[in-house]
């Protein structure tokens, strides 16, 4: 029964393995100028971990295969070194995975979060609600429209809760429902929840950040590759949450000038 | 401490009439019973929770007869609604992480064990003990009635978020009783937890046979005396949580809800208060809470393990150290689950250190019971093979959480399935791995029968295999960017991740279906089972010192004398290879 539980538990790691060697599923490609970092990181932590992984379950079934229910009537022994060498042994292989992943690693956190956007970056507002997102782009004068919230109207299409009325600074502001960039230039995206908790997840960027009611938050990126990708709401936010998507739309900088335009025009 | 305490003579009379002996017990055995069977009941609602999940994933349009009568609204013709999803999925974590991963091996085993393994008559506060179950029982029932109000369980996940959770029956249905319910039930299991924790806390301190030095506590013991101590620090803080959450949603007060929220076109009339700080008291109490559920089982594992090999560990003493390691460091990793929640990224990198080298204990711990393994003689039996089970589970469930604990790399697998695959393999698996061994190794002792092991064995290789079929997909998923809490995958994205996620459903469907085959057994076992020895493992601790099962006051009114170190095997002695730790007989070492 030893034997049985060894070569099960073989087939089992090399099972779990298969699909992860032969990259049978891995995130869509990535359009963003910091994701490669991030991607980096990914295959150097599966590298060390799946080498970890079927190491201990290799060894685990070798010693179970060799010394469960042994006929020989053998003596016991002990693990030549016993406890001192696993514990050394515990120290230097973590002790190095940690400075090797913990400190070198943080680049990547580093390059999403500590360096602040360019002084030209395009800023964005972000706005999540139950269950939809909003876009806000600040038009020609460059600045947002105070929000107001008792004055959100959805019926109205007031998502944000603009005053035109008195507020000079929120009657260019251009409102959609999907995520219009241009390729290759800064988005500084300002964060703003509406009502409770919700995030902002696309895959092909390489970016998940939470929106916090109360709290203001921004992300910067690049994307680098014209397309369409889907915006997940990745914080449960309610009942619709499964439907709390929205679409990033990359443009070549034209078109995404013409779609301000025209955007512009509708006013 | 050496010395027998006074208060250890006859810490209550012997019980008597059927309420007394049964249902409102003092007796630590039937009150880790009652625990015990309280976790079989909750784990057989949340896996049937699961069931309902992982069909309606797959086979969204389908029809359950009779689901109707569970909910007319969640299910109406029998399909479950998108929405009742979220409050099927409310309800799986909350039974599952609290009745099923805190109660079964920690407060039932311990119940059981702790006692009969330090030489003690009964628990040092055998009514207080009594209170932590009924209390238990009180909130598992107020959880419960969520399933029957009109409005249905709540729909925020078994953390419920704030200000999701606080403001009340406008974020939805089910957020307005459902979730007053919810907190109301968590406050009162936090109450629970915290007198048997304080309990465990006295007994282990006060009332240790005489030579029961606390080097020669079995490593269960030290495992349910340093789960005790996590958890009087972690519900302690969940209690007051819960209550500030409560005062959000009934006395007006802000504590997580910040100004200028538009919720269902209501401007609420909450401002000061901060979601996060519901995060941050959450989590304070939600990662030791992981450690509540696991160092039980590492304790148990190691204990069995030991008898299966008929050798001691490497070291028991580096065992002890680990999970006092992990106990210690399991205090500084909240944050890691708030990596993109918008705290200071600064301090996400200081929470990544400590979430990093929680991993150097754990692999101590895996490498000496690996090491142990060899030149072992391992007894292959259904307990030995769940234990065995635990440490694949283990490493297979601990080597994912390298990636989480990287801020860089959780950006993007946070909220995707790969953290569902992780938890639920190293703290759900791994620790259920821990109890069934318990329950095949300990159920001689708890009933006076043995466990049928045919049944057994075949229930872990169905288990075994099956749980793997499960949750090793789930990680495939995260790493594609499938979103969890996810109702529905109908989009073109998610389509080609469908036939993985029927594999998992047909996977988790079988392996529930492999889990009547242990219920059949206990109950069957129970009655129509070997009537069981005093020694059937030919174990070196207490517990294999007194009848199966034992008698009310454990020792039969004498106070047992420990002369040794609890893991006397591979040793001439005078009944075969292992000298117990109460009898007088010279020890080898």
């Known amino acids: 029964m030893g034997k049985l539980f060894a070569i099960v538990l073989v087939i089992i790691a090399l099972a779990s393995a298969y699909p992860i060697v032969t990259h049978m599923y891995v995130m869509p490609e990535d359009v963003s100028t910091h994701g490669h970092q991030i991607d980096e990181q990914l295959s150097?932590?599966?590298?060390?971990?799946?080498?970890?992984?079927?190491?201990?379950?290799?060894?685990?079934?070798?010693?179970?295969?060799?010394?469960?229910?042994?006929?020989?009537?053998?003596?016991?022994?002990?693990?030549?070194?016993?406890?001192?060498?696993?514990?050394?042994?515990?120290?230097?292989?973590?002790?190095?995975?940690?400075?090797?992943?913990?400190?070198?690693?943080?680049?990547?956190?580093?390059?999403?979060?500590?360096?602040?956007?360019?002084?030209?970056?395009?800023?964005?507002?972000?706005?999540?609600?139950?269950?939809?997102?909003?876009?806000?782009?600040?038009?020609?004068?460059?600045?947002?429209?105070?929000?107001?919230?008792?004055k959100i109207d959805e019926g109205n299409q007031n998502y944000f809760g603009l005053d035109p009325a008195n507020d000079i600074e929120s009657r260019d502001d251009i409102v959609s429902a999907e995520l219009v960039i241009p390729v290759n230039r800064e988005i500084h995206l300002l964060m703003h929840a509406k009502d409770v908790g919700h995030s902002f997840y696309?895959?092909?960027?390489?970016?998940?950040?939470?929106?916090?009611?109360?709290?203001?938050?921004?992300?910067?990126?690049?994307?680098?590759?014209?397309?369409r990708y889907e915006i997940v709401c990745t914080q449960l936010c309610g009942l619709g949450h499964y439907n709390m998507k929205a679409y990033l739309n990359v443009m070549a900088q034209d078109d995404f000038e013409k779609w301000v335009k025209q955007k512009a025009s509708e006013l | 401490?050496?010395?027998?305490?006074?208060?250890?003579?006859?810490?209550?009379?012997?019980?008597?009439?059927?309420?007394?002996?049964?249902?409102?017990?003092?007796?630590?055995?039937?009150?880790?019973?009652?625990?015990?069977?309280?976790?079989?009941?909750?784990?057989?609602?949340?896996?049937?929770?699961?069931?309902?999940?992982?069909?309606?994933?797959?086979?969204?349009?389908?029809r359950i007869p009779g689901l109707e009568l569970l909910s007319k609204a969640g299910a109406p013709g029998g399909i479950i609604t998108p929405e009742y999803y979220l409050s099927l999925l409310t309800m799986h974590g909350t039974l599952m992480v609290f009745f099923v991963l805190t109660n079964a091996p920690f407060a039932a085993f311990g119940n059981y064990f702790l006692p009969i393994q330090i030489g003690a008559e009964d628990m040092a506060f055998p009514r207080f003990n009594m209170m932590s179950f009924w209390t238990t029982l009180v909130a598992f029932l107020v959880l419960i009635l969520a399933f029957i109000i009109p409005d249905g369980p709540p729909i925020s996940g078994w953390t419920s978020y704030a200000p999701l959770s606080a403001v009340g029956k406008d974020a939805g249905p089910g957020?307005?009783?459902?979730?007053?319910?919810?907190?109301?039930?968590?406050?009162?299991?936090?109450?629970?937890?915290?007198?048997?924790?304080?309990?465990?806390?006295?007994?282990?301190?006060?009332?240790?046979?005489?030579?029961?030095?606390?080097?020669?506590?079995?490593?269960?013991?030290?495992?349910?005396?340093?789960?005790?101590?996590?958890?009087?620090?972690?519900?302690?803080?969940?209690?007051?949580?819960?209550?500030?959450?409560?005062?959000?949603?009934?006395?007006?007060?802000?504590?997580?809800?910040?100004?200028?929220?538009?919720?269902?076109?209501?401007?609420?009339?909450?401002?000061?208060?901060?979601?996060?700080?519901?995060?941050?008291?959450?989590?304070?109490?939600?990662?030791?809470?992981?450690?509540?559920?696991?160092?039980?089982?590492?304790?148990?594992?190691?204990?069995?393990?030991?008898?299966?090999?008929?050798?001691?560990?490497?070291?028991?003493?580096?065992?002890?150290?680990?999970?006092?390691?992990?106990?210690?460091?399991?205090?500084?990793?909240?944050?890691?689950?708030?990596?993109?929640?918008?705290?200071?990224?600064?301090?996400?990198?200081l929470f990544s250190f400590p979430t990093l080298t929680i991993t150097i204990p754990a692999t101590i711990m895996t490498l000496i019971w690996l090491g142990s393994l060899y030149g072992a003689n391992i007894r292959i039996n259904a307990a030995s093979l769940f234990a065995l089970g635990f440490i694949s589970m283990f490493v297979s469930g601990g080597v994912s959480g390298f990636f989480l604990a990287q801020p860089s790399i959780d950006i993007v697998l946070h909220a995707t399935y790969f953290v569902v695959g992780h938890f639920h393999m190293v703290m759900g698996v791994a620790s259920l791995f821990g109890v069934f061994a318990g329950t095949y190794f300990w159920f001689s002792k708890m009933t006076g029968r043995m466990m049928n092991?045919?049944?057994?064995?075949?229930?872990?290789?169905?288990?075994?295999?099956?749980?793997?079929?499960?949750?090793?997909?789930?990680?495939?998923?995260?790493?594609?960017?499938?979103?969890?809490?996810?109702?529905?995958?109908?989009?073109?994205?998610?389509?080609?991740?469908?036939?993985?996620?029927?594999?998992?459903?047909?996977?988790?469907?079988?392996?529930?279906?492999?889990?009547?085959?242990?219920?059949?057994?206990?109950?069957?076992?129970?009655?129509?089972?070997?009537?069981?020895?005093?020694?059937?493992?030919?174990?070196?601790?207490?517990?294999?010192?007194?009848?199966?099962?034992?008698?009310?006051?454990?020792?039969?009114?004498?106070?047992?004398?420990?002369?040794?170190?609890p893991y006397q095997y591979d040793v001439k002695g005078l009944k075969g290879d292992y000298i117990m730790q109460d009898s007088p007989e010279p020890s080898a070492g």
């Open chain 2, 175 to 349: 957020m307005g009783w459902g979730m007053n319910l919810w907190a109301i039930s968590i406050a009162i299991f936090c109450i629970g937890s915290l007198l048997g924790a304080l309990n465990f806390i006295a007994t282990t301190l006060d009332l240790r046979a005489k030579g029961m030095t606390l080097m020669r506590m079995p490593i269960c013991t030290w495992a349910w005396f340093i789960t005790s101590c996590i958890a009087l620090l972690a519900f302690a803080v969940l209690l007051p949580a819960c209550i500030l959450l409560l005062l959000d949603r009934a006395a007006g007060t802000s504590f997580f809800i910040p100004s200028g929220l538009v919720v269902s076109d209501r401007l609420q009339a909450h401002s000061g208060g901060s979601p996060l700080l519901w995060q941050h008291l959450f989590w304070f109490f939600g990662h030791p809470e992981v450690y509540i559920a696991i160092l039980p089982s590492m304790g148990i594992v190691s204990h069995i393990l030991i008898n299966s090999m008929r050798k001691p560990l490497l070291s028991a003493r580096v065992i002890i150290y680990s999970m006092m390691s992990i106990g210690f460091l399991s205090w500084m990793v909240w944050g890691h689950h708030m990596f993109v929640s918008g705290m200071n990224p600064f301090s996400s990198l």
């Open chain 1, 202 to 227: 696309v895959r092909e960027l390489r970016i998940q950040q939470d929106f916090v009611p109360g709290l203001d938050l921004s992300v910067h990126f690049t994307a680098t590759k014209i397309g």
């Open chain 2, 453 to 565: 092991q045919t049944l057994g064995q075949l229930h872990f290789w169905l288990t075994f295999i099956g749980t793997y079929c499960i949750f090793m997909p789930f990680h495939y998923l995260g790493l594609v960017g499938n979103v969890r809490r996810y109702s529905s995958f109908v989009d073109d994205f998610m389509g080609p991740l469908m036939p993985l996620h029927k594999f998992i459903t047909i996977a988790a469907l079988g392996t529930g279906a492999a889990q009547l085959i242990f219920i059949f057994n206990l109950i069957y076992s129970r009655y129509k089972g070997v009537p069981a020895p005093e020694n059937p493992w030919n174990g070196t601790t207490l517990e294999w010192s007194i009848p199966s099962p034992p008698p009310w006051n454990n020792f039969g009114g004498k106070h047992p004398i420990i002369y040794h170190d």
């Open chain 1, 44 to 150: 150097d932590t599966m590298a060390e971990a799946g080498i970890s992984f079927l190491l201990a379950q290799f060894v685990l079934a070798i010693f179970v295969w060799k010394f469960a229910e042994r006929k020989d009537g053998g003596k016991l022994k002990n693990f030549p070194g016993g406890a001192k060498i696993m514990v050394a042994g515990a120290f230097i292989l973590v002790g190095t995975e940690i400075l090797a992943l913990g400190v070198f690693g943080q680049r990547a956190w580093a390059n999403v979060y500590f360096t602040p956007p360019r002084p030209d970056a395009l800023q964005i507002q972000a706005q999540a609600g139950q269950f939809a997102f909003y876009f806000r782009y600040p038009g020609a004068d460059g600045k947002f429209g105070a929000i107001y919230p008792d």
């Open chain 2, 1 to 62: 401490m050496e010395e027998a305490s006074d208060q250890q003579a006859h810490v209550h009379p012997p019980p008597e009439g059927f309420l007394r002996k049964y249902v409102f017990s003092l007796d630590h055995k039937v009150i880790g019973k009652q625990y015990y069977a309280l976790g079989l009941l909750a784990v057989c609602i949340g896996m049937a929770l699961s069931w309902l999940m992982r069909f309606h994933l797959v086979w969204p349009t389908t």
